[in-house]
């Protein structure tokens, strides 16, 4: 089994449509992470938490929104999804004081 | 100027080829450099670490140069498996994992 796992693989929605990407992570990591990856672009940083009790803005969070439901699951919502939320979703963790980041094989969504 | 800049390529070289990349990052007060490894429709693995006297693992070696702002990774003797594209991702000041910045990478394929 992969040592973090998300959910859906892929996922095609219609706008406006509420969508929820689920991360599970069997590493015992603190920390954890979602990013969005679109062509062309870097990796952006949505939202992360260093612990259960700590969320925190990335740099691209509007429109998103979080829950850290314990040491191993991070949830990304999308309330109501638009076309230019269509990208290549990734959840990844790492432990503290390293930034060496373990990624999730990643959530295809496509916002129609 | 973005933070973090990579040519994007693609770069196509012969079996057996070494093939060069840089990057160039515009925070001099940067930590922490990374090369990591992304496969089509993958997710970013951990390539290698940067280190200030620049390090060597097997056939990849990574530099870099504080003065001018880049790292650069060298592959020798190229082989079909390398392809792939290639993410510079460089910290912030605070040496934290919540700054890391990603370039868009550089795609290499080896060509039999």
């Known amino acids: 089994d992969a040592d973090v796992t998300q959910t859906p693989r892929n996922r095609i929605t219609k706008t406006g449509k509420r969508i929820m990407l689920e991360c599970s992570q069997t590493k015992g990591h603190d920390r954890m992470y979602w990013y969005r990856q679109d062509p062309g672009l870097g990796l952006r940083l949505i939202y992360y938490s260093f612990d259960v009790k700590d969320i925190n803005k990335g740099e691209i969070s509007d429109g998103y929104s979080v829950s850290r439901q314990a040491q191993a699951k991070f949830s990304l919502s999308l309330e109501s999804a638009i076309p230019n939320q269509t990208a290549l979703y990734f959840c990844?963790?790492?432990?503290?004081?390293?930034?060496?980041?373990?990624f999730g094989a990643g959530s295809r969504l496509t916002v129609l | 100027r973005k933070e973090v800049e990579q040519d994007p390529g693609p770069f196509n070289v012969p079996e057996g080829a070494t093939v060069a990349f840089n990057c160039t990052y515009s925070n001099s007060a940067s930590q922490s450099f990374f090369w990591y490894r992304q496969d089509c429709r993958k997710e970013p693995k951990l390539l290698m670490s940067v280190y200030s006297s620049g390090n060597e693992d097997g056939r990849f070696t990574a530099q870099l140069n504080r003065a001018s702002q880049y790292i650069s990774l060298l592959i020798r003797d190229s082989k079909l498996s390398d392809s792939a594209t290639y993410l510079c991702?460089?910290?912030?000041?605070?040496?934290?994992?919540?700054?890391?910045?990603f370039g868009s990478g550089t795609q290499l394929t080896v060509l039999p």
């Open positions: 990844a963790t790492s432990l503290p004081g390293t930034n060496v980041l373990t």
């Open positions: 991702v460089v910290n912030g000041a605070s040496g934290s994992a919540r700054q890391l910045t």
